[in-house]
């Protein structure tokens, strides 16, 4: 079957049906188009088919029916280190993935692993230990390091890889809220520079104020898709997926027949709307 994309632009899945066994499938005809830096985030209960779908994107997991393009590479054919080449995989738990003696190493160990000179892999590692301020802790065995730091060291490895896409599940669960906060910071700079970050996420608030994009699965399809501050607008499939928009969202929802918008997704943009109300509001009462 031949593709009628340009599928060297992103990623691109037509049709995808994937089966863990024979009775019920965990994708049903998923059909999606991820442009090149895009920020997306990927929601929906556990079961929904999150993980399985992002796993597709590396080669991790292939269709049972349909297609992966990733950036021109079929992912059915392709070997799992090419597209590790392309698109890096950051998985929920960081102890999954870290087994070396020191922080450094563990960095290293990617840019090696892509047969890189002994130069370039040095430069890697080290700006990925100055970009996630891991630099006092380089000599440390991060299996010692604290869960926060630990998820640093996680995705710090996978970014020495130069990945053009970054896929990250739960990148937030287990930090405390600064933690996560200067995490997204640094994945927020990651996307400035150009890449592509994929976000599996229970944290609706996470995903309003980092991820521009949004898309919710439900039994293995896509349910709702767009931008998010349209999606947290659509009440019915939400329900339907059983997803809560974030809390301040809510409220301005529920105080939209006071003039508040109905779409805020921030702290910031309720306080701002708030005073332009209130502003409103008063120079309406004195005016003659």
Known sequence: MECLVNTRLGIHI????????????????VTLEIPDNAYLAIVGQNGSGKT????????????????????????????????????????????????CATTREEISFGPRN???????????????????????YAETPPAVLGFGLRRKVSVASVYAMRPRVLILDE??????????????????????????????SHDMRIVAEH????????????????????????AEDLDRAQIAPPQITQLGQRLSPWGLPRDLLTVGEFVEAYERLRIDRSRSEIAP
Request: proline content about 6%.
């Open 114 to 136: 892509l047969g890189l000179d002994a130069a370039t892999v040095r430069a890697r590692t080290e700006e990925a230990l100055e970009l996630f301020g891991l630099t006092p």
């Open 52 to 99: 399985t779908l992002v796993k597709h994107m590396n080669g991790l997991l292939k269709p049972t029916t349909g297609r992966v393009w990733v950036y021109g590479q079929d992912t059915r054919t392709t070997p799992v280190g090419q597209l590790a080449k392309i698109v890096g995989y950051v998985f929920q738990n960081p102890d999954h993935q870290i087994f």
């Open 171 to 200: 990148p937030t669960m287990g930090l405390d809220w600064r933690s996560a906060c200067e995490l997204m910071r640094l994945l927020d700079e990651l996307h400035h520079q150009g890449h592509t970050i994929i976000l599996v």
């Open 14 to 29: 037509e049709e995808l049906t994937f089966h863990y066994d024979e009775e019920i499938p965990a994708l049903n005809g």
């Open 211 to 234: 991820a521009p994009e949004m898309l919710v699965m439900h039994e293995g399809r896509i349910l709702a898709q767009g931008p998010t501050r349209e999606v947290f607008q659509r």
